[in-house]
T-cell receptor, first 109, second 118 residues
Framework: GQNIDQPTEMTATEGAIVQINCTYQ??????LFWYQQHAGEAPTFLSYNVLDGLEEKGRFSSFLSRSKGYSYLLLKELQMKDSASYLC??????????FGAGTTVTVRA | GAVVSQHPSRVICKSGTSVKIECRSL??????MFWYRQFPKQSLMLMATSNEGSKATYEQGVEKDKFLINHASLTLSTLTVTSAHPEDSSFYIC??????????????FGPGTRLTVL
């Protein structure tokens, strides 16, 4: 199984940058996903990393270090609509996803 | 593209009754669908993996006789909660897996079904 850890809550100001860290332990790594989930809704895909390094997509970037079992999601130029839960999920060889508990980000004006 | 629908979006039922939830991939064929359960302020917990034309694979601790899964076609999987009890009240989410052109094994999530058992 996996042990996926991420902070429970983070608060930041509109326009600022927030970095959400995720550490994991897995036996058969097949990629790491980041999802955004607003309350009462299904998760929406943000990013996918399978190789080490940084993937940038507009205001969102995700980094992976496989040797360290570590990833982060970077949110830039925060907007009020970015207030949500951010889920780190690890995929193993059978394509199942194991999710972390999620990080609730609150953006304040 | 890659849209997944779920029906119903909300259901309220009496204790002891059975509830069926449908998950459909609308514009792609999904050989594999996953069923998750999410309790308030908790993360998604995988319940089972559903492969078209074969029996579902259940995660440890999930009762297969209580949560019946049928994956009859490449676009439809159903989850039936049998003899529902109040503790089964939860947010049930399905996802469908597809391999993109870039080889990304991405899962697309349905909008979820809120089940409340009275």
């Amino acid at each position: 199984g996996q042990n996926i850890d991420q902070p429970t809550e983070m608060t930041a100001t509109e326009g600022a940058i927030v970095q959400i860290n995720c550490t994991y332990q897995t036996s058969g790594f097949n990629g790491l996903f980041w999802y955004q989930q607003h309350a009462g809704e299904a998760p929406t895909f943000l990013s996918y990393n399978v190789l080490d390094g940084l993937e940038e997509k507009g205001r969102f970037s995700s980094f992976l270090s496989r040797s360290k079992g570590y990833s982060y999601l970077l949110l830039k130029e925060l907007q009020m609509k970015d207030s949500a839960s951010y889920l780190c999920a690890v995929s193993e060889g059978d394509y199942k996803l194991s999710f972390g508990a999620g990080t609730t980000v609150t953006v304040r004006a | 593209g890659a849209v997944v629908s779920q029906h119903p979006s909300r259901v309220i039922c009496k204790s002891g009754t059975s509830v069926k939830i449908e998950c459909r991939s609308l514009d792609f064929q999904a050989t594999t669908m996953f069923w998750y359960r999410q309790f308030p302020k908790q993360s998604l917990m995988l319940m089972a993996t559903s492969n078209e034309g074969s029996k579902a694979t259940y995660e440890q601790g999930v009762e297969k006789d209580k949560f019946l899964i049928n994956h009859a076609s490449l676009t439809l999987s159903t989850l039936t909660v049998t003899s529902a009890h109040p503790e089964d009240s939860s947010f049930y989410i399905c996802s469908a897996r597809t391999a993109s052109r870039e080889g990304l094994n991405e899962q697309f999530f349905g909008p979820g079904t809120r089940l409340t058992v009275l």
